[in-house]
């Protein structure tokens, strides 16, 4: 049997493990230093003043909402194209994600789908940089300014990413980011929300912490509070990762202008969206679009057949079983995102993924179509 190629891999090296070991050893295994370096480590890679860490992407957007005052009653608007925590993080607090079609070229938010979704109750918009190619903020926050609109970006899947010259993080918005092992870094499970003020970064450490104020009382407790903190293992494998993302990052261009090449000639499928100068992608997934009336269940049983993994990648979050059930969403209400859904394969893709194995994705892929 051939050996299977999957999805996605950490790359986990020395010196990860050394880091790991020195804080297992060292005893202070949840608010202790690691947290603190990881998190000024990170502020600097994405230029922001302020970062939190906190115990996953999904915990962060949770926070965000309650940074933004976000309530029953409200509404945020959001993309149905993403993965269903950047919708389930405004139930948490009780009020409705509006979704906005994406544009069909970068399968983010469209701008002008935005502003016809905003009503007298929406107080947020909620950017996903789908992919790792930044979503359009400088149209989002005219709206967002035009209506008096709070901001917030999921960049759980853009660490690395560039958005008019600036890393995704460094606008001022909060934003969030995910360390699950299939992204660019990982903690095992963690995430961390970068901010623009003290103030902010003090409420995440509070509400990540059950609500204890700063008082340092440890049984004392200011506001409804979670746990939702980042432990210091956790820290210390991130911590090191974020020594060598530069390296990480550069491996998986690397990777990605590889599958452009191999890609080329193959008709029926098309490569991701290249890159302007508006936007630089950090690769985090490679999802390619199959033209239509290509039988996508069939390609991925074919190449399943081969051992080689894929994925629809990503379904509609507004036609999930809970969302139809809830919401009464059908085919057809978002076409550009259900088109997308209906069409994209992601194929295997990490740093390390040999050039010989992506030869054979190719090449399982062409006999697929064929
Ligand atoms: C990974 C991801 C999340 C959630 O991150 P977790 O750490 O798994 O909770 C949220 N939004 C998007 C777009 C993601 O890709």
Same mark, same amino acid.
């Given at each position: 049997?051939?050996?299977?190629?999957?999805?996605?891999?950490?790359?986990?090296?020395?010196?990860?493990?050394?880091?790991?070991?020195?804080?297992?050893?060292?005893?202070?295994? =949840?608010?202790?230093?690691?947290?603190?370096?990881?998190?000024?480590?990170?502020?600097?890679?994405?230029?922001?003043?302020?970062?939190?860490?906190? =115990?996953?992407?999904?915990?962060?957007?949770?926070?965000?909402?309650?940074?933004?005052?976000?309530?029953?009653?409200?509404?945020?608007?959001?993309?149905?194209? =993403?993965?269903?925590? =950047?919708?389930?993080?405004?139930?948490?607090?009780?009020?409705?994600?509006?979704?906005?079609?994406?544009?069909?070229?970068?399968?983010?938010?469209?701008?002008?789908?935005?502003?016809?979704?905003?009503?007298?109750?929406?107080?947020?918009?909620?950017?996903? /940089?789908?992919?790792?190619?930044?979503?359009?903020?400088?149209?989002?926050?005219?709206?967002?300014?035009?209506?008096?609109?709070?901001?917030?970006?999921?960049?759980?899947?853009?660490?690395?990413?560039?958005?008019?010259?600036?890393?995704?993080?460094?606008?001022? /918005?909060?934003?969030?980011?995910?360390?699950?092992?299939?992204?660019?870094?990982?903690?095992?499970?963690?995430?961390?929300?970068? &901010?623009?003020?003290?103030?902010?970064?003090?409420?995440?450490?509070?509400?990540?912490?059950?609500?204890?104020?700063?008082?340092?009382?440890?049984?004392? /407790?200011?506001?409804?509070?979670?746990?939702?903190?980042?432990?210091?293992?956790?820290?210390?494998?991130?911590?090191?990762? *974020?020594?060598?993302?530069?390296?990480?990052?550069?491996?998986?261009?690397?990777?990605?202008?590889?599958?452009?090449?191999?890609?080329?000639? *193959?008709?029926?499928?098309?490569?991701?969206?290249?890159?302007?100068?508006?936007?630089?992608?950090?690769?985090?997934?490679?999802?390619?679009?199959?033209?239509?009336?290509?039988?996508?269940?069939?390609?991925?049983?074919?190449?399943?057949?081969?051992? &080689?993994?894929?994925?629809?990648?990503?379904?509609?979050?507004?036609?999930?079983?809970?969302?139809?059930?809830?919401?009464?969403?059908?085919?057809?209400?978002?076409?550009?995102?259900?088109?997308?859904?209906?069409?994209?394969?992601?194929?295997?893709?990490?740093?390390?993924?040999?050039?010989?194995?992506?030869?054979? &994705? &190719?090449?399982?892929?062409?006999?697929? *179509?064929?």
């Amino acid at each position: 049997m051939t050996r299977e190629i999957p999805l996605s891999a950490p790359w986990i090296d020395g010196r990860e493990e050394e880091l790991v070991v020195e804080t297992l050893r060292s005893g202070r295994l =949840s608010l202790g230093p690691m947290v603190d370096r990881f998190e000024a480590a990170f502020a600097e890679q994405v230029g922001a003043p302020c970062v939190a860490a906190v =115990s996953s992407g999904t915990a962060g957007l949770h926070l965000c909402m309650r940074l933004a005052g976000i309530g029953p009653g409200d509404e945020v608007v959001t993309t149905p194209f =993403s993965f269903v925590a =950047s919708a389930n993080c405004v139930l948490y607090e009780g009020a409705t994600p509006v979704f906005a079609d994406v544009d069909p070229g970068t399968l983010n938010l469209d701008p002008a789908a935005v502003e016809a979704a905003v009503t007298p109750k929406t107080k947020a918009i909620l950017a996903v /940089h789908i992919f790792g190619y930044a979503a359009e903020l400088r149209e989002l926050e005219a709206i967002a300014e035009r209506h008096g609109l709070a901001i917030v970006e999921d960049a759980c899947e853009a660490l690395g990413a560039e958005y008019r010259g600036r890393p995704v993080g460094s606008s001022g /918005h909060p934003a969030v980011f995910a360390f699950y092992p299939n992204k660019q870094m990982t903690t095992g499970e963690g995430g961390a929300v970068a &901010v623009a003020t003290e103030e902010e970064w003090a409420l995440l450490k509070s509400l990540s912490n059950q609500g204890r104020s700063d008082s340092g009382e440890w049984l004392t /407790h200011a506001r409804l509070g979670y746990n939702y903190r980042l432990d210091d293992l956790s820290a210390a494998l991130g911590l090191a990762q *974020l020594e060598r993302l530069d390296e990480i990052l550069a491996a998986r261009v690397e990777v990605a202008a590889r599958y452009g090449e191999l890609l080329a000639s *193959l008709a029926g499928v098309e490569a991701p969206l290249p890159d302007d100068e508006e936007h630089r992608r950090s690769w985090f997934v490679y999802v390619v679009r199959l033209a239509p009336g290509i039988d996508r269940n069939g390609v991925m049983a074919r190449l399943a057949a081969e051992g &080689v993994a894929s994925k629809p990648y990503l379904p509609s979050i507004h036609l999930q079983p809970y969302y139809r059930e809830r919401f009464g969403y059908r085919e057809g209400t978002l076409p550009v995102s259900e088109d997308a859904s209906a069409r994209s394969l992601a194929l295997p893709f990490h740093a390390r993924l040999p050039a010989e194995d992506q030869e054979r &994705v &190719v090449d399982a892929l062409r006999r697929a *179509l064929t």
